[in-house]
């Protein structure tokens, strides 16, 4: 008896201790560790890109940029609809380009500083794109600060040359004034000068070219017909940005303004 008796307190105690300590610990609030979390601020792509550039490198003809999340307003839409840009109408004969503007290089320091200004005043963004590119030696490096030199400089020089400025609006209506998204645009803006290169001679060495094209007046129009894949809103809107940015009819002889 007197054994069970020190269990049964023994006992009795254990259970009044336990119950202490459970409500000291309830009072008190619960506290669980956590990871410490570090965040490193990334550089936006857009901002700086360094691209290598050697002869064993060639601009893919492919490139498809991803579509921009923003909405760019358009200040071509304020310019007059031109006949020349007018390409909805009943037309015989469509001349959006004189082929006398695809190597023109007649371009002033007045005429560079208008298109810069537009640029700067319209697309900023676009305009004030900064890329570090290796030219020709892999260790002389060039940073170009604005989109139009380095467009300039993607232009290339004969046989192979194109006038920046068709370059200059076919890149922006393709990425729709908007920085392109992998950081490249002088490798982009060397794809679609050797694009349309290519389209243009299709369209002057290939007779069935022309024929199946009977409403093409020439191969200049036919390079951003066919580049375009034909889409007349697309067209109608690269001649509008045209005029409005470089303040010349496309369509006219250049050495006759």
């Known amino acids: 008896m007197k054994a069970d008796k020190r269990i049964l307190i023994i006992l009795v105690f254990l259970l009044l201790l336990f119950l202490i300590c459970s409500c000291t610990d309830s009072s008190k609030p619960l ?5 410490s979390l570090t965040f490193t601020q990334s550089i936006p792509s857009t901002s700086i890109s360094t691209i290598i550039s050697s002869a064993s490198i060639d601009p893919t003809k492919t490139y498809t940029p991803v ?30 380009l004189h082929d006398y503007r ?6 002033g320091i007045d005429l560079w500083s208008q298109v810069k200004s537009k640029l700067n ?8 794109f900064h890329q570090t590119v290796y ?17 300039n400089q993607a232009s290339g020089w004969d046989p192979h040359y194109l006038n920046p400025f068709i370059i200059l609006v076919t890149v922006g ?17 060397k794809s679609v000068r050797d694009t349309l290169l290519d389209h243009y001679r299709d369209y002057e ?14 191969a200049a129009t036919y390079m951003i017909y066919a580049y375009f ?10 001649c509008k940005s045209y005029l409005y940015l470089i303040g010349q009819d496309p369509a006219t002889n250049p050495f006759e303004e």
């Open 205 to 218: 060495r290939n007779t069935d070219i022309r024929s199946q094209n009977p409403s093409i007046n020439n």
């Open 102 to 107: 695809v190597t023109w290089t007649d371009m």
């Open 31 to 35: 506290t669980l560790p956590y990871p």
């Open 173 to 189: 209506e393709r990425l729709n004034w908007e920085p392109p998204p992998n950081g490249d645009l002088y490798h982009l803006s």
């Open 135 to 151: 030219y020709q030696q892999s260790d002389k490096t060039v940073e170009y600060d604005d989109a139009l030199t380095l467009i």
């Open 229 to 238: 894949e034909s889409d007349m809103e697309d067209m109608e809107n690269w």
């Open 67 to 96: 579509p921009p999340t923003s909405t760019v307003v358009r200040s071509t839409e304020t310019v007059t609809l031109t006949p020349v840009c007018n390409l909805s109408g009943n037309i015989d004969k469509y001349s959006l």
């Open 121 to 128: 005043d319209n697309y900023p963004e676009f305009s004030n």
